[in-house]
């Protein structure tokens, strides 16, 4: 099954009501699917209240979580905020939840940073808290890290049997939870350093891409024609010296320029350049949910428009 494109920003710079407000637009009129929001300490505005305010101001733009980190919320009170940010929007809340990566978040806060191991392990029982709170009726839960009582989600997600939910990742445990359990499959790059380096661009390559699909065909089964591929592009720019481009940031990823060129985390080159790199990314991978930066959505409204919906 091919599936058809579509396009989301990620915005989370703080602004003014107003100017967040006429940013969601904005991005709704030139075509974009969604408007996603990242969750971390820094200069980013808080995700499920930016995007609260983004709902009201549009009327069909989705609103993506990219990710919230399962260690900053207990997911019984996660899945309040998402059912309730999902009614009010009639039904436009794509849930993006993680394990947590970055290491100031944790640093900063004074909340322990377990193992990968454990911060997947602990992803794994929220999402199956997080899909029992969604459910109708009360259920019990008894994991190793949370434990519920009769409890009766509510209010009720206008999306059934509840919001798409979205995990992404870079490694294959990450993956491999994503293919069993999430509607909306991200690649990323590993980010199991803490911190985006040259680390992180040997397992943004084409081979490595490839390897990462393989994970989740592996572990997705017969499931696998019902996940919807994403990818977040880091690096992205309508361009004639996307060979320049690709020499000055490819010694900070640690890889080649012709390795960075060809990595789905990044789209440099004309129009019509990238418009042919996108068609081969979901012919050889699948990817037709794709995430750009927000300082490249108005010059590549000409690329979302030719290929939303193809």
């Known amino acids: 099954m091919t599936r058809p494109f579509r396009f989301s920003i990620q915005a989370s710079v703080p602004r003014p009501a107003a100017e967040?407000?006429?940013?969601?637009?904005?991005?709704?009129?030139?075509?974009?699917?969604?408007?996603?929001?990242?969750?971390?300490?820094?200069?980013?505005?808080?995700?499920?209240?930016?995007?609260?305010?983004?709902?009201?101001?549009t009327r069909n733009l989705r609103l993506t979580t990219l990710v919230l980190s399962n260690d900053f919320r207990h997911p019984a009170f996660l899945a309040k905020q998402a059912a309730t940010l999902d009614l009010l929007s009639d039904g436009r809340l794509?849930?993006?939840?993680?394990?947590?990566?970055?290491?100031?978040?944790?640093?900063?806060?004074?909340?322990?940073?377990?193992?990968?191991?454990?911060?997947i392990e602990?992803?794994?029982?929220?999402?199956?808290?997080?899909?029992?709170?969604?459910?109708?009726?009360?259920?019990?839960?008894?994991?190793?890290?949370?434990?519920?009582?009769?409890?009766?989600?509510?209010?009720?997600?206008?999306?059934?049997?509840?919001?798409?939910?979205?995990?992404?990742?870079?490694?294959?445990r990450m993956l491999t939870l994503a293919a069993h359990q999430a509607d909306i499959v991200g690649l990323n790059a590993s980010l199991h350093a803490g911190v985006i380096d040259h680390n992180a661009g040997p397992s943004a390559t084409t081979d490595a891409t490839d390897q990462k699909m393989e994970w989740i065909r592996e572990a997705a089964g017969d499931r696998f024609n019902q996940i919807e591929l994403q990818t977040r592009v880091h690096v992205s720019s309508i361009t004639d010296d996307h060979e320049g481009i690709a020499d000055l940031m490819a010694p900070a990823l640690g890889i080649s320029p012709e390795e960075a060129l060809?990595?789905?985390?990044?789209l440099v080159g004309?129009?019509?350049?990238?418009?042919?790199?996108?068609?081969?990314?979901?012919?050889?991978?699948?990817?037709?949910?794709?995430?750009?930066?927000?300082d490249s959505m108005v010059e590549f409204g000409p690329v979302v428009e030719a290929l939303t919906g193809v």
């Open 262 to 266: 060809a990595s789905p985390h990044v």
């Open 270 to 294: 004309s129009e019509g350049q990238c418009v042919e790199t996108l068609l081969a990314w979901r012919e050889r991978w699948g990817l037709t949910y794709i995430g750009l930066n927000e």
């Open 122 to 172: 602990r992803l794994t029982e929220a999402i199956t808290v997080l899909k029992g709170c969604f459910a109708d009726g009360p259920f019990d839960f008894d994991g190793e890290h949370y434990t519920i009582r009769g409890l009766d989600g509510q209010p009720a997600c206008v999306q059934r049997p509840h919001p798409p939910i979205l995990l992404a990742g870079g490694g294959r």
């Open 20 to 57: 967040w407000r006429e940013l969601g637009r904005r991005a709704e009129d030139l075509g974009y699917s969604a408007l996603s929001v990242s969750d971390h300490l820094d200069t980013e505005m808080a995700p499920l209240i930016a995007l609260a305010v983004t709902a009201e101001a």
């Open 94 to 119: 794509e849930l993006g939840v993680g394990a947590g990566w970055k290491t100031s978040d944790y640093e900063q806060s004074g909340i322990p940073l377990d193992r990968p191991g454990i911060r």
